[in-house]
């Protein structure tokens, strides 16, 4: 016989927040205090835990890739300072504006599109077709310095 089951209703409410914070399933194991084949064995049994945790995944990776595209290409939004003008609060609203990230941009091309800005790149050794040889295929092996 089984043993009864650990998992209430709430937890998949608690789970989507977590998620949002941006939670692995090991996080979500060690926060329920259950083993992470636990948590697997929920997302099959209970539709509403895995789809909670899909959905607060789903929201927390768009977000970030959001603000990492925002990040990457720069961006601008409205904003106020505050001054004290011989006593009287003075608001005066300006544009807040940040330039592109390069180390943003080029993390989201390595990842959006890898077979273009991946730093290792594969250059084909042909020549008309033919494959070119080694140095030690054409003049063979270097002597060696005991001979």
Known sequence: MARPTRY???FA???????LLGAT?????DFFEVAETTIDNWKKAHAEFMGSIKSGKQLADATVADRLYKRATGYEHDAVKIFNNGGEEMVVPYTERYAPDTTAAIFWLKNRQPEKWR???HVDHTSNGETIKSFSEMYGQPESESS
Do not use: N, T
């Open 8 to 10: 209430k209703a709430e």
């Open 13 to 19: 409410e608690q789970a989507r927040k977590l998620c």
């Open 25 to 29: 399933d090991k996080d979500l194991a």
């Open 119 to 121: 730093d290792k790149q």
